[in-house]
């Protein structure tokens, strides 16, 4: 059984940067894809950036440039480092797990949250103009 916690959100301005992690656990096939999504109230989840087992990585265009996912196997702990933060980057942030025994682990495009069987509680990100 996946479990996923994340942390490190909070309130920041407009332009300052936060980090936030996500440890896994029972997450034990090598293959897989792990995955950022953030949902804002009345609005739709959305994908932030996914990586997979061979370490590729999508990125949504709302956040290509400004932030980035990492994996540290070692730890079983997913990353995602958020600079210029912007007060629409203001949302409930979720990590997700897509276990993919057999598989080459890639993961899919366009990222869907339903392609993703575990999740998080989520940790909130408030950005401030």
């Known amino acids: 059984q996946v479990q996923l916690v994340e942390s490190g959100g909070g309130s920041v301005q407009a332009g300052g940067s936060l980090r936030l992690s996500c440890t896994a656990s029972?997450?034990?096939?090598?293959?897989?894809?792990l995955g950022w999504f953030r949902q804002a109230p009345g609005k739709e989840r959305e994908g932030v950036a996914t990586?997979?087992?061979?370490?590729?990585?999508t990125y949504a265009d709302s956040a290509e440039g400004r932030f980035t996912i990492s994996h540290d196997n070692s730890k079983d702990t997913l990353h995602l480092t958020m600079n210029s933060l912007k007060p629409e980057d203001s949302a409930m942030y979720y990590c997700?797990?897509?276990?993919?025994?057999?598989?080459?682990?890639?993961?899919?495009?366009?990222?869907?949250?339903?392609?993703?069987?575990?999740w998080g509680q989520g940790t909130q990100v408030s950005v401030s103009s």
């Open positions: 029972g997450l034990t096939y090598s293959t897989y894809c």
């Open positions: 990586i997979d087992s061979n370490d590729a990585i």
């Open positions: 997700a797990a897509d276990p993919k025994p057999g598989s080459d682990g890639y993961c899919l495009e366009p990222i869907e949250p339903e392609d993703f069987g575990y």
